[in-house]
């Protein structure tokens, strides 16, 4: 007969443990609000759900195995769980400090997502260090523990990091030569307006790939997605006019005003029940944004289309946006945001 395993944890591992396991719980419950789908339909087997699964293992694993951890590591370790805690459940939106503070951009993106994202980071960058330091005592690292386990900790986010990338880096399965005369919507998501209330060249690139594929017969009916900016018109009422003076009849275009995020207007086409007519929906973007839409329908159960708009960069805006999207898949993956 085999020895039974015999798990004993000091009552600081077992603390951290219960603390860490409620961290996950709460993690997946706020991935599973912000998706805003049902319970039935949350995918828990999607690859972000599994990035988190992999390393709570890790850190099982490294609790339970542990080779007689130095009490001041476990209480450490304790703290972090801790302090993981209260970053999960202290609110990471700061509309409630000041409404026009809220409404603030950086980068690009509305501040309180940015502050949001900042706010799990953190939480996931933590965590790994716990990973870490469980790791290095399991096979008696002790020298300079604190370095190694912050070492440690960052090569393995900069490797999900690159494996991101690359990842973004896969071409979509389908181009419009692929496409068939069908009743399909074509979908134009919102992307930068300029002061002049023009459209910037990237979501010129999208609109004008739009039209070619309305005038081939590939798409019957153009949604226009993307509410605004501070001084700016919406991005759908700039696309509307700009599809407008290249000819395509109103009664060919339906506009959506208040979304502000890819995420926001992948779930505005799931749950909207008058896009179900349509043969396909047909989302036309930038190559380095495909793969994040695709993540993101797959993630709810939305079945896309993802075509590039064919717009040409420069080597160096080209790999600004890369990695621009890049952090937003990488986010979305672990938090759903």
Known sequence: MMPRLKIRLSKLSFAALGITVLNILILIYNKFIFSGISFAAYNFLSFGNLINLFFFVFFLTGIIFQKKVKSKIELVVLFISVFNLILLIIPADISFISQSVSSAYLFGSPIHKVIAASHYLLFEFLFLLQISFLFLTFIHVNHIIYVKGFLFSSNIFLALFVFTYLFILKSPLVTEDNLREENNLGVVLGAAVWSDNN???LFQSR?????????????NKILLMGGNAPGEISEAKAAFKMLVDLGVSKDKMILEEKTTTTFEQIKFL????????????????????LTRIGEMSGFIGLNTIQISSGHKLKWEKLLYFRLRETFALLFFWLFGI
């Open 199 to 201: 459209p910037s060249p």
């Open 207 to 219: 609109i004008k790939k739009t039209f070619l594929l309305l005038k081939d017969k590939k798409i």
């Open 270 to 289: 799931f749950y909207n029940e008058s896009f179900k007519q349509y043969k396909n929906i047909i989302i036309i973007s930038d190559t380095f944004h």
